[in-house]
């Protein structure tokens, strides 16, 4: 698999951020070869033609497609190039959360580590062309770099991602709360680092010093599901990526996610799919999308 990573001194500066047009980035990646990268991309599509595969979640690319990528994850892309306008937003997690001392920045934002959700909204033309003002403000202070250009680049990017947030939101009825709820956004933090080998809420509720009962409200209240069925979406999420993304078997599998016995994880997955782990990967091997 090929994996791109971010380019820091594109502007003669370390800089963990980048905007620009596919004019601009016109070596982007657009290929239907299985590939993924180590920042977050949001891209913009005024105009847009083909599809997406992302993490085994088909996405058509229409116009004012907004599409958002998390480090790491898995694509494919089947796009006409002659026949396409976007925006890219590139940019590493320390860009944003050194500066503003938040380690979980990134985890509060709906849109980014979603294992549930379509990871892309569709926006007006007004939502559009606001955004594509921010865009062209971020690239002046790019060309014409001073000494407090980075500061107003972070805060033209915090304001872009916040609005985002919203409409993602708002659209798939989730909080968009990021100043509270603390323990929430730790809790997302640790299932993407931590569910491969832990899949108990007592593991989770003990590494953030509080109570299951009390686990559970927070992650209701934000994500919209118990603290039980994120961690099996996770789970599920990891299964299902090695399941179409690698050559391992189902024992292999079951070992790679801590599960004693293959027998145990098919139960698993076919109680959570309706399908078996083999039935999934065929599928997906004969050209099916299941999200």
Same mark, same amino acid.
């Given at each position: 698999?090929?994996?791109? #990573? ?19 980035? /016109? ?10 990268? @180590?920042?977050?991309?949001?891209? *913009? ?33 089947? !796009?006409?190039?002659? &026949?396409?306008?976007? #925006?890219?937003?590139? *940019?590493? @997690? ?7 001392? $938040? ?8 849109? *980014? ?10 926006? /007006? ?11 062209? $403000?971020?690239?002046?202070? !790019?060309? $014409? ?44 933090? !640790? ?6 080998? &832990?899949?108990?809420? $007592? ?46 078997? %189902? ?20 109680? #959570? ?17 299941? %999200?």
């Amino acid at each position: 698999m090929k994996n791109f #990573h971010f380019v820091k001194n594109k502007y003669g500066i370390e800089l963990f951020m980048d905007i620009g047009s596919y004019n601009d980035i /016109s070596n982007y990646f657009f290929e239907p070869t299985l590939h993924n990268t @180590d920042f977050y991309e949001i891209i *913009f599509f005024s105009k847009g033609n083909g599809s997406l595969e992302l993490d085994n979640q088909k996405i058509n690319v229409e116009n004012n497609t907004v599409i958002f990528i998390s480090p790491f994850q898995n694509r494919k892309w089947y !796009l006409d190039k002659s &026949n396409i306008e976007c #925006h890219f937003i590139f *940019f590493k @997690d320390d860009f944003l959360s050194n500066f503003f001392s $938040d380690k979980l920045f990134s985890f509060k934002l709906q849109y *980014f580590y979603n294992k549930t959700k379509p990871l892309f909204i569709k926006i /007006s033309n007004t939502h559009l062309l606001k955004f594509q003002v921010t865009f062209q $403000d971020i690239l002046l202070e !790019l060309k $014409d770099f001073k000494s407090d250009s980075e500061h107003i680049i972070r805060s033209l990017l915090y304001f872009t991602l916040i609005k985002l947030n919203r409409l993602y939101s708002e659209l798939h009825l989730l909080s968009s709360e990021t100043e509270n709820n603390t323990t929430s956004f730790m809790f997302k933090q !640790l299932l993407q680092n931590e569910v491969k080998n &832990n899949r108990t809420i $007592d593991f989770y509720s003990q590494k953030l010093g509080v109570s299951r009962i009390t686990l559970n409200k927070c992650v209701k209240k934000q994500f919209g599901m118990t603290s039980s069925e994120m961690i099996d979406e996770f789970i599920m999420f990891e299964i299902k990526s090695m399941l179409a993304y690698s050559t391992l078997n %189902i024992n292999e599998i079951a070992n790679s996610v801590n599960f004693s016995e293959a027998n145990h994880l098919t139960r698993f997955f076919k109680q #959570h799919s309706n399908i078996t782990p083999k039935e999934y990967r065929n599928n997906y091997q004969n050209g099916s999308y299941i %999200i």
